[in-house]
């Protein structure tokens, strides 16, 4: 069994509508696939009322969390969507998102660059504003010639010269909410360096005392060293491996089930979730 537990849409900052991304988790084989926008559950019905049969969809998100200086990604799986204070937390986290971006807009305004705030709500669409929104637009107005340029030091990159940090939720509490509304929740790329993510073992240690369920550890961004650390780790703080290929579409070359989640531990996973069900067609 092969679980690709790490996908986007154009819900948030993925080039591919909900359907199509049911279609390619179809067509690459996969028995399961979980969409996870960042801080969004909009794209889930329309995933679901394309599902291709065969295909189980796990209902989820990702949540943008910091700690210590530390941004953390958490996925959430299983949840229950209408969960007052979880939809109240990443409505704030959206609303977050937008502001962040028409600032770092204005900075490369001042910056002397061409990027306008039409030109980055045109490429969002109905998606929640992000990062690679404002990336695209600075290579479109010729700014830099590749998105991966836009999240340097150089520019909106952390420490950036056009860089604003945004409201994010404890992982702690981030943790104890999802939990609360019967979900679970899996560290996403702790190692995936290339992308600025490095979470420290002993933060993971810390999440794992209060509940974290799971640790990815196949991802495009972490190499086999990584791999082997992380799910000796994970081993060792007896949390879930998983993995997921963290496809943005065309943005990061359509990779949807090149990293997947194991059967054993895809039931293990889920076994512990109350919030909502698997959608099956
Ligand atoms: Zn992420
Ligand atoms: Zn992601």
């Given at each position: 069994m092969r679980a690709d537990l790490h996908s986007h849409s154009t819900?948030?900052?993925?080039?591919?509508?909900p359907d199509e991304v049911m279609r390619r988790a179809g067509a690459a084989g996969l028995d399961a696939i979980a969409l996870t926008d960042h801080d969004t559950v909009a794209g889930i019905s329309a995933a679901a009322a394309a599902l291709p049969s065969g295909l189980t969809l796990v209902p989820g998100m990702e949540l943008s969390c910091r700690r210590q200086g530390h941004s953390v990604h958490l996925l959430a799986?299983?949840?229950?969507?209408?969960?007052p204070e979880l939809a109240a937390q990443t409505e704030r986290i959206r609303q977050s998102r937008v502001e962040r971006a028409r600032e770092m807009v204005a900075r490369l305004a001042e910056l002397?660059?061409?990027?306008?705030w039409e030109q980055v709500t045109a490429i969002a669409g109905d998606g929640v504003i992000g990062r690679p929104h404002v990336a695209r637009a600075m290579v479109d107005a010729g700014v830099?010639?590749?998105?991966?340029?836009?999240?340097t030091p150089e520019w909106i990159g952390p420490g950036g010269r056009a860089h604003v940090r945004r409201y994010a939720l404890d992982p702690m509490d981030a943790i104890s909410l999802v939990g609360a509304a019967g979900g679970v929740c899996v560290l996403a790329h702790p190692c995936a360096q290339r992308l600025g993510w490095l979470v420290p073992d002993d933060l993971i240690t810390e999440l794992a005392a209060v509940g974290?369920?799971?640790?990815?550890?196949?991802?495009?961004?972490?190499?086999e060293t990584e791999r082997r650390q992380l799910a000796g780790l994970a081993a060792k703080l007896g949390l879930v491996a998983t993995g997921g290929s963290d496809d943005h579409g065309e943005l990061t070359g359509d990779r949807i089930g090149v990293d997947w989640t194991q059967g054993e531990e895809f039931e293990r996973l889920i076994s512990?979730?109350?919030?909502t069900w698997l959608i099956t067609s």
């Open positions: 819900a948030s900052d993925g080039t591919r509508p799986y299983l949840f229950d969507p209408d969960h002397g660059t061409a990027v306008t830099i010639g590749s998105v991966d340029e836009a999240f974290l369920a799971g640790v990815e550890v196949a991802h495009p961004g972490h190499d512990s979730a109350t919030g």
